[in-house]
């Protein structure tokens, strides 16, 4: 009781650290905290992958319907996707030995909890002691609903090739330059979701052909989804329509964004319900169809269905039959794109079936759990792979069934975890993994993985250093430190071989990375850090003149140093600067700088986000990302190469309770070319445009 005292007494007097910050509506743009958490998780090219509209949705349900601090379950702790396996753990331990919380500021008492990792939370939980769940009831839930309607225009200002006509030709691209994108959603708190989204991309027809085979003109993307999370004591979610599943550590199935190696050193360990709805716009990460988890205290059982159109690279392969017009189809790949603008796109459009099911049965107990999963593919037409020698392991037919088993033990301050998997061919993979807290300022991680070359799968997603989850073994081992006084330390290793060859790798390779990172962060008000990346692969010389490739060491180093400094409740400035060095057969460098200047109005609901940069790179290998701020639920993380300068300026206005306005535009100046890309996206000029209008409508 002592400490308890001692430590609610020093809870108050640094209370003002923090300041005091009223979230209860603010926008999630507006979290500074969450943002630096995005781009950490989301860092250089992984970005593509990252399911923004999704955890945007995710964070901003828990902002207006917190987190009992004191009740929430691991499960609704690990939802949130702000907090490492090891915070998660720590603060159960706190609150099995201590019990109630009393102050938020408390949680600075936590092991593993610092300043940044409150300060992400705190728009997201509460000390409000949350009734007992009611069963589920469509009248409660329509009664108290929320909707929101969300329609947005984006369009290149500069014409491209593909728009223009060629040698009396008509365009390539079949549509306009007009991006266009609506979205309605309604929500009940966390416990239902109903939603329907609409996209056309540059370059696509809003209404084209379903396939080659169903010339019914639909909107080019359109997804639909229907959730319901804890009907009853027994039935924990439901989805129909469009969903991700979430099995184990992602060997078998893993339909969204998986952690990848970033900035969020411990951020390895997958966690993340079984099935979510799916509400965004990428054409290729979901499931379409129905699934439902149900269970008690101590088991949970999921189950899932699916049948979906996918686009694929189709050829019409003669057959020996005396008849020589038969033909069949065959699949040489799957399109992930999600373009249909020219004819050979919409050729490949909903082109081949894929049926997908599996089911997940887990048993839990206090500081263990277990799983099973099982997941079967099989696609209309036979895939068969342009036969090159990198591609012999890897999948080819029309039906796989993976199978696997996963585990979490937690033991103190330790957490043990991992999946074993079969796919049907004997392939092997597996992933186990480690996660303490060595002290209540120094925690680490360790995971390694071993996936055969043999080891086949279409919807896995698991840890790695390539995106396929096989051919690949690694051991990852990561550290952060609370170094006292705002000052912290993180950093990671990475040593990996690929037994195998891959594209463009002509051998088995292998290769290391490491990553540091320092932190200073005295006050809530601005923060401080460096950080340094290196990592060094085996790859084919590029200017290779021999009859056979052979491996070189490829080297490949990025600096930055980042400032960010709140100057008052309406001004933020940030300042980056950061260098890049890549060496092969030559050695290349490159540079980038930006300053970003944020102004929240005190006399109007106005914000305005701006950023102008300047970047030289000797060539492509150099290039930079930086994640820059946008509409809501819409993300830019250019690639920053060659020479010039780039700005933007992203505004947001809010009328009354109910609309909000956004207006962004955003311009790269190359000074060392007269042209940009090439092929049909080829632009004759040094620049590039683009114009973003959103609106969203709630009532």
């Known amino acids: 009781m002592l400490r308890r005292s001692l430590l609610g007494l020093f809870m108050g007097l640094t209370a003002s650290l923090f300041g005091q910050v009223d979230t209860t509506d603010a926008p ?11 781009e950490n998780l989301v860092d ?104 929101q309607v969300f ?104 339909s969204g964004f998986g952690t990848r190696k970033g900035a969020a050193v411990l951020n390895i360990k997958r966690l993340s319900n079984k099935i979510r709805p799916y509400s965004s716009v990428n054409e290729a990460l979901f499931m379409r169809g129905g699934a439902a988890t149900i269970g008690g205290s101590k088991w949970e059982a999921t189950v899932f269905g699916s049948h979906r159109f996918r686009d694929g690279n189709i050829s019409l392969v003669q057959t020996d039959s005396l008849d020589d017009s038969f033909e069949v189809l065959e699949v040489s790949s799957l399109q992930l794109s999600g373009l249909h603008r020219t004819e050979n796109e919409l050729e490949d459009k909903n082109s081949l079936q894929q049926i997908t099911t599996g089911a997940n049965m887990t048993y839990k107990a206090n500081t263990w759990r277990i799983g099973a999963n099982v997941v079967y593919n099989r696609l209309s037409d036979s895939l068969v792979r342009t036969p090159r020698l990198y591609q012999k392991y890897a999948f080819n037919g029309q039906s796989l069934l993976n199978a696997s088993l996963d585990y979490n033990l937690a033991y103190k301050n330790l957490q043990f975890f991992g999946e074993t998997a079969l ?72 040593l990996f071989v690929f037994p195998w060859l891959r594209s ?54 990025n600096a930055r140093i980042h400032f960010r400094y709140r100057l008052s409740r309406e001004w933020e400035i940030r300042s980056r600067a950061e260098l890049s060095f890549y060496e092969d057969h030559e050695f290349s460098k490159g540079f980038m700088m930006y300053q970003d200047l944020v102004w929240s109005a005190r006399f109007a609901p106005l914000k305005v986000q701006t950023r102008f940069a300047i970047f030289a790179t000797e060539d492509y290998d150099t290039r930079i990302y930086a994640y820059e701020n946008d509409v809501l639920y819409a993300f830019s993380v250019p690639a920053y190469y060659g020479r010039g300068s780039r700005f933007y300026i992203n505004t947001s206005y809010k009328f009354n309770r109910k609309l909000t306005l956004w207006v962004r535009y955003a311009q790269t100046y190359w000074a060392d070319r007269e042209e940009i890309s090439s092929g049909q996206n080829l632009i004759l000029g040094n620049t590039r445009s683009e114009l973003k209008v959103q609106l969203r409508l709630k009532f």
């Open 423 to 494: 796919s049907d061919n004997g392939g092997l993979a597996t992933i186990n993994g480690l996660t303490a807290a060595l002290d209540e300022k120094v925690s680490m991680a360790l995971i390694y993985r071993n996936y055969a070359k043999e080891y086949q799968t279409l919807t896995g997603n698991a840890f790695g250093e390539s995106s396929g989850t096989n051919n690949e073994k690694g051991l990852y081992m990561g550290l952060n430190a609370n170094l006292g006084r705002g000052l912290s330390f993180s950093g990671y290793f990475d």
């Open 44 to 147: 250089d090219a992984d970005a593509q992958e990252f399911d923004f509209d999704t955890e945007f949705e995710n964070l901003e349900i828990y902002q207006r319907n917190p987190l009992d601090i004191n009740k929430a379950s691991r499960e609704e702790l690990q939802a949130l996707n702000l907090l490492s396996a090891i915070q998660i753990q720590a603060l159960i331990n706190y609150r099995n030995r201590f019990g109630q919380i009393f102050s938020l500021y408390e949680l600075q008492g936590v092991p593993t909890f610092d300043q940044s990792s409150i300060a992400k939370i705190l728009p997201f939980v509460s000390l409000e002691a949350t009734k007992e769940m009611e069963a589920f009831s469509f009248k409660r839930a329509f009664k108290y609903k929320r909707q």
């Open 151 to 254: 329609m947005r225009y984006q369009r290149n200002i500069e014409d491209q090739a593909g728009f223009l006509p060629q040698d009396g030709e008509d365009p390539d691209f079949l549509g306009s330059p007009d991006k266009l994108y609506l979205r309605y959603r309604l929500t009940y708190k966390d416990r239902l979701s109903m939603g329907l989204t609409l996209e056309k991309d540059a370059g696509e027809e809003w209404l084209t052909p379903f396939s080659q085979k169903n010339q019914t003109k639909l909107p080019d993307y359109f997804s639909a989804h229907f959730f319901i999370k804890d009907y009853n004591k027994w039935v924990k979610a439901i989805a129909l329509g469009d969903y991700q599943v979430y099995f184990g550590q992602g060997l078998t199935t893993w």
């Open 28 to 38: 999630l743009d507006d979290n500074s905290a969450t943002q630096i958490q995005i």
């Open 504 to 557: 463009n790798i002509d051998a088995p390779s292998k290769g290391h990375e490491y990553f540091v990172r320092l932190d200073y962060q005295p006050a809530y008000r601005w923060n401080l850090y460096f950080q340094y990346r290196f990592e060094q692969k085996e790859g084919n010389r590029s200017d290779n003149a021999t009859p056979y490739d052979y491996l070189i060491d490829k080297k490949r180093q």
